[in-house]
């Protein structure tokens, strides 16, 4: 229990949980609670319910088990006993097993790396319709790691993925047609994918969407979408996306106008060291703007901003000697 008398899950359910929409396997942990696995207490109760379920023949039980013999939770890590596990369900014709195989033997845990094999394994999760393990050929063609680079396949894969709804393959897709990249250059149709990779919350498509807003590429130019947007990929930490929110704030471009919000912008990025925020900052500290005018702290921000080269900084660094 928490502080709150709040029950805590498991670690291997919080990490299933954080990890769902770019995992391979995350996703048959809820499968298996659908299926009428129980909730567990610890760690330690999931796994020996998941080895019981294994000796049972049940794959998903065997790859989520194996998961956790890579992570190490519920028991010590062992990318061995992982690989035992994985190999099991594959030969069975589990594509969930069989992608992360082919994980194995891409990253030489628990095997001898083997670029071919992994190739091997994705493909026939591929062929079941396993979304990640389809991403992961489109990536392997677009780097020409294993196989002849080619553009037009990884678009091939890419689409094949993105079709069944993987996020990160949406965004890849989005950036293929923005480029002209193995495909007829299509804003609109970066657009579509842009859209639908930004709704399952990935930032940098979030980005990407309201930038195509803010320049009425794809779509009818609007500063209040590209806001939206903008902001929900600030909101999840985005440096780029959190200095153009401050200045949305600070010009009132696509958002009511306010020094406060923006100065709060600023200093979000500038504290993961964005020269242009930094400025901002220190120029907003310097004249009180959104913040309690502060000499000393205007000059701790703009040098900080010029060591990183930001030449606007540097100059206006020359007023307070």
């Known amino acids: ?14 990490w ?27 760690d330690r109760e999931a796994f020996c319910w998941l080895s019981a379920r294994s ?15 890579v992570l190490g939770i519920g028991t010590p890590q062992s990318d061995e006993d992982a690989l035992d596990l994985f190999r099991k369900g594959a030969e ?4 969930a097993s069989q992608f992360a195989l082919g994980l194995m033997y891409r990253s030489g845990k628990g095997v001898e790396r083997s670029i071919p094999e992994a190739l091997e394994w994705y493909r026939k999760a591929a062929s079941r319709g396993h979304a990640v393990a389809q991403y992961n050929i489109g990536v392997m063609y677009e780097s020409g790691t294993g196989v ?5 396949e990884a678009v091939r894969w890419y689409s094949e993925a993105a079709g069944n709804g993987y996020a990160v393959a949406q965004y890849n897709l989005g950036n293929m047609y923005a480029d002209g990249t193995g495909v007829r250059q ?11 990779a930004a709704e399952q919350g990935i930032p940098d498509a979030q980005f990407n969407l309201g930038m195509m807003y803010a320049e009425g590429n794809g779509v009818p130019q609007s500063d209040a979408e590209a806001f939206r947007w903008y902001k ?7 440096a780029n996306a959190q200095n153009i929110v401050g200045f949305a704030y600070y010009k009132g471009k696509g958002a009511e106008q306010s020094y406060e919000s923006a100065a709060e912008w600023f200093a979000m990025a500038a504290m993961q060291g964005d020269a242009f925020s930094q400025y901002c900052l220190g120029y907003m500290y310097a004249n009180g703007e959104g913040v309690k005018q502060s000499a000393e702290t205007a000059k701790k921000w703009l040098e900080r901003s010029a060591a990183q080269g930001y030449k606007g900084a540097a100059e206006a660094l020359k007023h307070f000697d």
């Open 1 to 14: 229990m928490d502080d709150n008398g709040v029950r805590e899950e498991p670690s291997i359910a919080a």
């Open 16 to 42: 299933c949980r954080e990890n769902r929409a770019y995992s391979g396997i995350a996703g048959l942990y809820f499968d298996l609670l659908d299926k009428g696995m129980p909730e567990f207490r610890d």
């Open 186 to 196: 299509s804003s609109a149709e970066a657009v579509k994918w842009y859209r639908m």
């Open 148 to 152: 002849p680079q080619s553009y037009s």
């Open 55 to 69: 000796e049972s023949g049940d794959p998903d039980a065997m790859a989520v088990l194996g998961l956790m013999h």
């Open 92 to 95: 069975r014709g589990h594509p």
């Open 232 to 238: 929900m990929a600030a909101m999840q930490g985005d």
